[in-house]
């Protein structure tokens, strides 16, 4: 997860590596045998499409509601990207900071059933979806909840908050809100269309609206969740000003960290046992053995901030409800750790695929021979059927426009040759 940018969606393969002679096989057991001809479709879904109008976020739902001031509405699809509304020039005149983050376009589910046709005859086979999951955010990366979709994606906002209000990290308290329904129907839907469906975990941080960081504001050390993160110190009531101090995520307050176990292998109890318990809601709905009405994988944002051995497991946990499911781990680092050790179908294709391609195609410092042989070095580091199922983007939500890239290319040296990083030039 990096700094976001709208987008409708992006299609990208984990077809056959290039330049990669045929290897003895393109699935294991970590790799299901339909993750070799993928052709994904990544979607957005806050800037996917409008389908239900009647479901648009509030002001009062966004991250800073007083920020957006009483004449804020829904933006416009047609608009020109860089027309300011008139909420918008209130703020002030700074483009990115005073506003644009703010917007909201009202992309939701029914925008994704009624393109789902579409995508099919673009030959799209598998959809990979940012975060669904109840967030104030455009982005979602600020979840809430990790068993409920977002409301606003869903036909009855109202109903679905009243629902939700009435329930615990107790599997058994959780309702199906129309939301969640209608994802199952985006499910269904797709696979009847001979598509599959990934969507994205953040398991690693929450949003401050999340239940158990909720309670854990109220009730301070009492709370039944003190453990679930990494809280610095806790608030004395005794005196006026606030000393809870807790873990924001690479310092974002609005992004408090999950805790780790005290070995440090491995997640804290509770939030673990809360994502299994997610996971299982999603992978098979009916909780009847058969996973062929949930989602078909995952992926899962920051994974190398969270333990190895702790991704070994709920892998694990991932090919028992369906061996063939498929995970797919971001990072932008070498990804070996990710696949061998933790049990990962493939990773977002940054370090063997998008930072090579960036650095020959976009920057011009790399030659054509040097960018050929970062390809075969780097896809050769890691298992043959892990190479054919990686996701190979040249830009996603993380980064700029490819188009931008070009026309924005870097003339300075890279501070790290070797990683030729979007964000270390």
């Known amino acids: 997860m990096r700094p976001l ?100 376009y009202g992309g939701d589910l029914q925008g994704v059933l009624d393109k789902l046709p579409y995508l099919a005859d673009l030959g799209v086979n598998a959809l990979y979806f940012c975060p669904l999951f109840y967030a104030r955010s455009l982005h979602k990366y600020d979840g809430n909840s990790y068993h409920h979709i977002d409301p606003y ?60 960081f909720k309670n854990l504001r109220e009730k301070g050390a009492a709370s039944p969740y003190k453990d679930w993160y990494i809280v610095r110190s806790f608030d004395d009531p005794t005196t006026l000003r606030s000393e809870f101090e807790y873990d924001g995520w690479w310092g974002h307050k609005t992004l408090p960290v999950f805790a780790s176990a005290r070995n440090g292998h491995d997640m804290a109890p509770g939030p673990k046992a809360y994502i299994f318990d997610a996971t299982r809601r999603w992978m098979d709905p009916d909780h009847n053995g058969n996973p062929a009405n949930g989602i078909d994988g995952w992926r899962l944002d920051v994974a190398d901030e969270r333990p190895v051995e702790f991704w070994a497991e ?53 030659t054509p021979t040097r960018f050929a042989r970062l390809l075969d070095d780097r896809r050769n580091a890691i298992p043959p059927a892990d190479a054919y199922a990686m996701q190979n983007l040249m830009d996603s939500h993380d980064t700029d426009r490819l188009a931008s890239m070009i026309v924005n290319g870097e003339s300075t040296p890279y501070h790290d040759a070797d990683q030729i990083d979007y964000n270390t030039n």
């Open 5 to 104: 940018l709208p987008l409708l969606g992006l299609i990208f393969i984990s077809a056959a590596p290039l330049l990669a002679a045929d290897p003895p096989a393109t699935s294991s057991k970590q790799v299901p045998t339909w993750a070799a001809g993928a052709v994904w479709y990544q979607i957005f879904p806050e800037r996917f499409r409008n389908g239900d109008p009647k479901n648009d976020p509030p002001r009062a739902g966004l991250e800073t509601p007083i920020m957006a001031g009483k004449d804020w509405r829904i933006s416009s699809w047609t608009a020109d990207w860089y027309a300011r509304d008139a909420w918008e020039q209130s703020l002030g005149t700074n483009f990115y900071k005073q506003g644009v983050f703010e917007r909201r």
């Open 153 to 212: 994606f869903g036909p009855d906002p109202v109903a679905d908050f009243a629902l939700m209000d009435q329930e615990t990290s107790d599997p058994s308290t959780w309702h199906w809100t129309a939301a969640d329904q209608l994802f199952l129907r985006v499910i269904k839907e797709a696979h009847a269309l001979h598509m599959k469906v990934i969507i994205d975990g953040v398991f690693n941080h929450t949003g401050r609206d999340f239940f158990a």
């Open 314 to 366: 709920w892998n694990a946990l991932v090919r028992k409800l369906n061996p063939q499911a498929y995970t797919t781990a971001e990072t932008w680092k070498d990804p070996k750790p990710m696949i061998v050790e933790g049990g990962f179908s493939a990773t977002m294709n940054y370090f063997g695929f998008a930072i090579p391609v960036k650095g020959w195609l976009a920057d011009n410092h790399l």
